[in-house]
Nanobody, 128 residues
Framework: EVQLVESGGDLVQAGGSLRLSCAAS????????IGWFRQAPGKEREGVSC????????YYADSVKGRFTISRDNAKNTVYLQMNNLKPEDTAVYYC?????????????????????WGQGTQVTVSS
């Protein structure tokens, strides 16, 4: 059974930090790129970051560039999203997703429909 399980979401004050984890199982993790998305109430799901499986290229949305860092540990089948200097506008449910192509790059994150597997999400709330 394919599973992506996010964890690490919490309530934090503005300026604080969180590290989200995405633990994968049930598929060959090394063959998949991983993306992070978020969805705030009343808004569409948006791409935040992705990391490739080939050359470890990473992408960041402009809104998080310089504050968020994505990384992966293939030995643990886990991807991390380190989030620093959090802002109230970062409040959302954060989802990780796996995509079996070779598309994530410095200037591009595949759209939601390109992803094959999704986690259930973890809530991040940033208070002002």
């Amino acid at each position: 059974e394919v599973q992506l399980v996010e964890s690490g979401g919490d309530l934090v004050q503005a300026g604080g930090s969180l590290r989200l984890s995405c633990a994968a199982s049930g598929f060959t993790f090394d063959d998949y790129e991983i993306g992070w998305f978020r969805q705030a109430p009343g808004k569409e799901r948006e791409g935040v970051s992705c990391i490739s499986n080939s050359d470890l290229s990473t992408y960041y949305a402009d809104s998080v560039k310089g504050r968020f860092t994505i990384s992966r540990d293939n030995a643990k089948n886990t991807v991390y999203l380190q989030m620093n200097n959090l802002k109230p506008e970062d409040t959302a449910v954060y989802y990780c997703a796996a995509e079996g192509g070779i598309r994530c790059g410095t200037y591009y994150q595949p759209p939601t429909y390109e992803y094959d597997y999704w986690g259930q999400g973890t809530q991040v709330t940033v208070s002002s």
